[in-house]
């Protein structure tokens, strides 16, 4: 490996355990190893008295404090202090979007400031149930704020008509138990009494899959499982903790630190899903590859239905007792009861931990690298690839830089890489890497995937590149408000492919997405861009984003879900999978029956007829 | 600039691209700089790292292994064996070449031709299409001046050059085999038959240019050079391998162009008419070139080069097929396409034979000989017919191809007899009459017997058929209904409907007709004999009207010459062939019989001695299950079908 890279790495790995907690960097790093949220400022919850709407946007992504705009000077900036990027002027992101997408500060698409409330329909309440349900002194609100919130997940429709104060049908109540028994009360209530029921975790879908079905006249009952949200036990002989399913990734990641551990289970949406939401959607998380995907992470679940309690009799780490049953659990979406509490592994929070980063010339030869990575079975706890398009992207969110000398290193890296080594800047693509474990092996590991990488012509390009494609995971779903902002929409979403169908699919699905929207009518070239995100034996997971300037449709939101449709189509077509973690809901219902087969969807269809033949767990996703 | 005809739409717009060259020397033209726009996806590749890809393919690899254990021979000994087919087939395609390529046909076309007609509009299409996606030129190949016109043209306009699937004997030709493959061209075996391995390679061949994009690909989807001047049905082995790679999801799309090449005359015409009555055509060499030099003395007037609009492979496919199939198996391993695949490819193999046929430009003279071949033989043969009516005809027999919506060559000035001029070489017009040359040295004494002068007339006669056959596409879907009309008299449009679809079925080895498009087909029938006032129309019904006559009797006597000659060969079969016959038997008898009842003066057709026409009504039965195939050039007759169904539908007029 060339001098060039070594002395960045020498620069900047750094061992967890080495420096006091009151430095800033370090502290941040132990207490959530995340590049992205700075966890001294907690999550505030109901039990801390202040509902967590509160404190979140009612009409877009994450925290209300926490946004992008364009200041006075026409400069985009983001706001609140929970983020490193968190107060910082982007220099590169005004001109990126207008050329991108063709959007102009001038023309503005506000959202609606405030809740009408008066736009939101009458609850359409159960009064048997309500009275029984208040002689639990189980919590519940009808107040259209609350069933607002929890109306909807975070698919582009459903942001789009928030924003124009559009609201359908909602949740006629919500409630909130605050532990197990709770949770089988309000169920057998609801058997009793013919009421749909709804659980809502974290509220970070992006499948439909919180979408009130307009065709159900019962009423709907949003079950808010955040209460639920505590730690039982940490089991150090055999590295296990029992977990109340409400429980969000970041709380978990966090009480857990304090004892020193962890799960490693980091999906990007961390920060607000919960635990259950995991568990009923197969969650998969960024580091992945050292400690499993959810379904590799729990030991034990137990899950109300209708039919009653379903739990294991023991923990056995493996057993031969048939179909595993948590099977019929994880992907379920909602729809046989509620997860109330799971035990899953945890692990000694790594001792040390380094980001990285390998520019190649061009995609094709950093999916080759990736999947060499795979085939040696070397990948760190992170590897991900990103385009041309998601690197410029990724420049362009880049903060101000405050000393001449940044800018200069900047610049001879530029330098070095685009006319030293020729690399061509419209086509070279950018891998992030993220290392842990204990400091002989990550620097081990290092060297034996830079080794690989300078097989494929990557350069290692720092660790600062790697750590910025990280936070932009955490703040990319910010953005995407900022863009709506300036008639700018769009989406990500996922897949997963056998390697060597990895390139075809990644062009083939940004080419079509471009060719519909063009067909569409849409007036700019779309943002079509793509990740390798997740490597595996025998495949990788990829990400798509897309976005359009919708100036000029009359009805943006259509013309999205037709070319997000064409997308899909154009992924099964090129052998991706219907879904690698987000789940199915129902917006991705239509494809079920030929993804798993007839005799396959009649095998899940008599599960739920036996757990829940009234269907009161009746959001309808999935079949 | 110059408009083909009234009916042509400005951006349909023709340039003779020959008239530049004339003004320019030859040499810099040759040397001009070329700079091409190629395929933006295209890594840039050499000729050997294509060979290497080839041969380093999974897919060939996985075939050799199957092949080596097939016939217990070594993987190493196979794959030796695959360089060398792969040495054989590979194109070289290098830029000094297509400089003297195109500096000698430029020379050679200035002197053929008075104008090389291309449309402008059809070339930046093209030009555009290239940088999207690979793409596939599709031209017609009615001779061999066909070979290298794609690639001049794309090098006068700075378009990438193709690489050109060709016949293994132009390989074999001494020097001009090797200018042809460094000018593009590729060569492929005549009989490739079950030989796995190059199939193998071939295949593997084909798919990777289209995968990389390299060059554009050239070949004829019609699989060789037309003898009868009339579309033939397409081949779809080629059309398999060059779509593979958008069934697999290999490349996003694949643009198809069809080219549309028209002649006023062909240079081979004599040939021809020769080689289909039997005499063998003289194999490709290169003494033979030269001595074919002496065609470099006629006049052939122009040549039209039709670029037609790009197709994209995924529209055209759109609905049609489920990608998916190929989920579950990897690509790199050989997997027989569903039937659902293989009905696509014959579709869209099917669609471009006709978008060319749509494409090309109708000849004064393919009218002419449409409305000669309607004259009784002897009139042709011995007293001419009259000029004046043939002109008058002729140009009512114009208005007739605008009303179907052809798409006519049609010169400003002194159209009729500077086209006769033209084609000295098969009628004469003298003293108000117009009549058939036929070939032979009048200085000979010798009496020809009379099996001789069938044959002699059958030749200058094939010459007019093809000539006609030109036409033929635009009167097709009519004529079958005119047909119907005359033969079942019925008025009832589901009678006419059923047997409309009964000739259809017979002639689709015949003519292009895309396969389950029997409906449109009759509807555009019927619309177009409305349109010309030769029928009206009811929900129900259509009627002949009076003033429709002419129209209607002019295209069943078009069409007649074919139902002749099938009904010949079906009549055949039934009375006279044994249970089992033989290829070799079958064609010379019918030859035979054929003299035989031409000279009684019961069969007023020479076409049924055409052995295109006798291969196309064995290939109708063997499709009508009439007639099985034993083996290689045996066959037996169903006798229950031929004696039955097929002939009672058929006519017997």
Not at chain 1, 102 to 111: D, F, M, R, S, V
């Amino acid at each position: 490996m060339s001098g060039f890279s070594d002395n960045i790495m020498r620069l900047s790995g750094r061992m967890l355990s080495q420096y006091p907690a009151q430095r800033d960097w370090d502290g941040k790093l132990t207490r959530a190893p995340h590049p992205g949220i700075i966890p001294t400022c907690s999550i505030v919850t109901l039990s801390d008295n202040l509902p967590k709407q509160e404190i979140m946007k009612w009409n877009g992504w994450g925290y209300s404090d926490s946004k992008f705009l364009y200041n006075k000077k026409g400069q985009a900036e983001f706001t609140g202090k929970r983020y490193r990027l968190s107060g910082m002027i982007i220099p590169g992101l005004r001109e990126w979007m207008e050329s991108t997408f063709g959007a102009n500060l001038q023309h503005k698409t506000p959202a609606a400031p405030i809740l009408n409330s008066s736009a939101v329909q009458p609850p359409t309440l159960n009064e048997a149930f309500l009275k029984e349900l208040k002689s639990t002194g189980i919590p519940f609100s009808h107040d259209a704020e609350d069933r607002v919130f929890r109306s909807h997940g975070h698919c582009l429709h459903e942001i789009f008509a928030l924003r124009e104060g559009k609201i359908g049908r909602v949740p006629d109540l919500v409630v909130w138990p605050n532990c197990h028994n709770d949770v089988v009360k309000i169920v057998e209530l609801a058997c009793k009494h013919n009421v749909c029921l709804m659980p809502y975790g974290g509220g970070t879908s992006v499948s439909s899959a919180l979408e009130c079905p307009p065709e159900e006249t019962r009423s709907i009952v949003s079950l808010d499982t955040s209460q639920m949200n505590r730690i039982l036990w940490i089991d150090e002989k055999n590295l296990t903790a029992h977990v109340e399913a409400g429980i969000v990734g970041q709380d978990l990641e966090r009480l857990l630190n304090e004892s020193g551990y962890c799960t490693g289970h980091e999906p990007d949406s961390m920060e607000f899903s919960s635990l259950g939401g995991w568990v009923a959607t197969r969650a998969s998380g960024m580091k992945k590859n050292i400690y499993g995907n959810i379904e590799d992470l729990v030991v034990h679940i137990k899950m109300v239905t209708p039919q009653g309690v379903i739990e294991k009799s023991c923990q056995g780490p493996r057993m031969s007792t048939g179909p595993d049953v948590h099977h019929f659990i994880m992907g379920s979406e909602g729809t046989l009861g509620v997860v109330t509490e799971v035990t899953m592994k945890i692990r000694p929070m790594p001792e040390y931990q380094k980001y990285g980063s390998v520019v190649f010339p061009n995609f094709e030869m950093g999916v080759a690298c990736l999947r060499e990575v795979a085939r040696q079975r070397c990948a760190p706890a992170s590897i991900r690839l990103m385009d041309n398009e998601q690197f410029k992207f990724g420049h362009a969110l880049k903060p101000q830089v405050s000393s001449i000398f940044t800018s200069f290193l900047d610049g001879l890296k530029k330098f070095y890489i685009t006319k030293f080594k020729g690399f061509d800047p419209n086509r070279l693509c950018v891998a992030t890497l993220l290392f842990e474990g204990d400091r002989e092996k990550v620097l081990q590991h290092e060297k034996q995937v830079y080794d690989i990488a300078a097989k494929f012509g990557g350069l290692a390009a720092g660790e600062d590149n790697g750590q910025r494609g990280y936070m932009l995971t955490f703040v990319i779903a910010y953005l995407r408000d900022l863009g709506m902002d300036y008639y700018v929409i769009g989406e990500s979403f996922e897949t997963s492919v056998p390697w060597d169908r990895v390139l075809d699919i990644c062009r083939n699905v940004k080419a079509r997405i471009v060719r519909e929207c063009k067909d569409k009518g849409v007036q700019f070239p779309p943002l079509s861009t793509c990740r390798v995100t997740q490597t595996y034996d025998a495949g990788a997971c990829v990400y798509f984003y897309f976005a359009f300037n919708y100036r000029g449709l009359s009805d943006p939101v259509h013309v999205y879900e037709q070319v997000e449709h064409a997308a899909r189509e154009e992924i099964l077509a090129n052998g991706g999978s219907l879904s690698h973690h987000h789940g199915v809901g129902k917006l991705r219902k239509e494809w079920m029956r030929e993804t798993i087969s007839s005799v396959g969807m009649g095998m899940l269809k008599s599960v739920k007829d036996y757990v829940d033949p009234n269907n009161i767990f009746g959001n309808r996703n999935l079949l | 600039m110059y408009s083909g005809t009234a009916s042509l739409k400005d951006e349909e717009e023709f340039t003779d691209i020959l008239e530049e060259r004339r003004r320019t020397t030859d040499l810099g033209y040759a040397l001009r700089t070329f700079n091409p726009q190629p395929y933006k996806g295209a890594p840039y590749s050499s000729t050997s790292d294509l060979k290497k890809a080839v041969l380093e393919s999974q897919y060939l690899r996985y075939i050799a292994k199957e092949i080596a254990l097939e016939t217990g021979s070594s993987v190493e000994k196979v794959r030796q064996e695959a360089r060398g087919i792969l040495e054989e087939m590979s194109h070289n395609l290098q830029l000094g070449f297509i400089r003297l390529m195109a500096y000698t046909v430029n020379k050679v076309f200035k002197r053929l031709f008075r104008s090389i007609y291309v449309n402008m509009e059809g070339l930046n299409m093209l030009q555009q299409a290239i940088q999207e996606s690979p793409v596939i030129l599709m031209p017609n190949h009615r001779s061999y001046v066909d070979f290298l016109i794609v690639s001049f043209i794309l090098f006068t306009y700075d378009i990438p050059i193709p690489v050109i699937a060709a016949g293994i004997p132009l390989a074999s030709m001494k020097v001009v085999g090797e200018i042809l493959r460094r000018s593009g061209a590729f060569f492929i075996r005549r009989a490739i038959g079950s030989d796995k391995l190059y199939w193998a390679v071939l295949s593997e061949y084909v798919r990777t240019i289209v995968r990389t994009g390299c060059a554009p690909l050239e070949f004829y989807v019609e699989g060789f050079r037309s003898r009868t001047l009339k579309s033939v049905v397409p081949k779809l082995g080629m059309m398999d391998m060059v779509l593979e790679p958008y069934f697999k999801g290999e490349v996003f799309d694949i643009t198809l162009v069809p080219i549309s090449i028209s002649y006023d005359r062909v240079v081979e015409e004599s040939l021809l008419a020769l080689e289909l009555l039997g005499v063998p055509k003289p194999k490709e060499s290169t003494t033979g070139l030269f001595k074919a030099s002496r065609v470099l003395q006629e006049d052939y007037g122009c040549m039209h080069v039709n670029f037609g609009r790009p197709l994209s492979v995924r529209q055209l496919c759109e609905g049609k097929i489920n990608r998916s199939e190929y989920n579950l198996i990897p690509r790199d391993l050989p997997q027989r396409p569903s039937t659902e695949i293989q009905d696509c490819v014959n579709w869209v193999a099917h669609l471009i034979v006709r978008t060319q046929e749509e494409g090309s430009l109708i000849s004064p003279w393919s009218l002419m000989a449409c409305l000669l071949l309607q004259a009784p033989i002897t009139t042709l043969t011995e007293e001419g017919l009259q000029w004046h009516g043939l002109t008058e005809k002729t140009l009512w027999l114009r208005k007739l191809v605008l009303d179907f919506r052809g798409r006519l060559n049609w010169p400003d000035s002194d159209v009729m007899s500077s086209t006769v001029a033209l084609h000295h070489s098969i009628v004469h017009h003298k003293a108000g009459r117009v009549c058939l040359v036929q070939d032979g040295d009048p200085a000979s004494q010798d009496p020809l017997s009379p099996e001789e002068g069938v044959m002699r007339t059958a030749a200058a006669v094939l010459m007019l058929v093809s000539y006609r056959n030109q036409a033929l596409h635009v009167f097709v879907r009519p004529g079958i209904l005119a047909t119907a009309i005359h033969i079942t008299k019925s008025t009832q449009k589901d009678e006419l409907f059923s047997f409309f679809c009964f000739l259809r079925d017979v002639f689709a080895n015949e003519f292009i007709f895309i396969p389950g498009r029997a409906s449109q087909d009759f509807d555009e029938a019927c619309s177009l004999l409305q349109k010309c006032g030769a029928v009206h129309m009811s929900e129900q019904e259509v009627t002949v009207l009076e003033t429709g006559l002419e129209v209607l009797s002019f295209l069943q006597k078009l069409l007649q010459p074919f139902l002749d000659s099938y009904q010949l060969i079906f009549r055949y079969l039934c009375e006279n062939g044994a249970h089992v016959f033989t290829e070799k038997q079958f064609l010379p008898a019918v030859q035979n019989l054929a003299t035989k009842l031409i000279l009684s003066g019961d069969l007023h057709t020479f076409e049924v001695l055409s052995s295109d026409t006798q291969k196309n009504v064995l290939s109708a039965l063997r499709r009508l299950e009439a007639v099985t195939k034993l083996r290689a050039g045996l066959y037996i007759t169903q006798k229950e079908l031929l004696g039955g169904s097929i002939p009672t539908r058929f006519p017997l007029c």
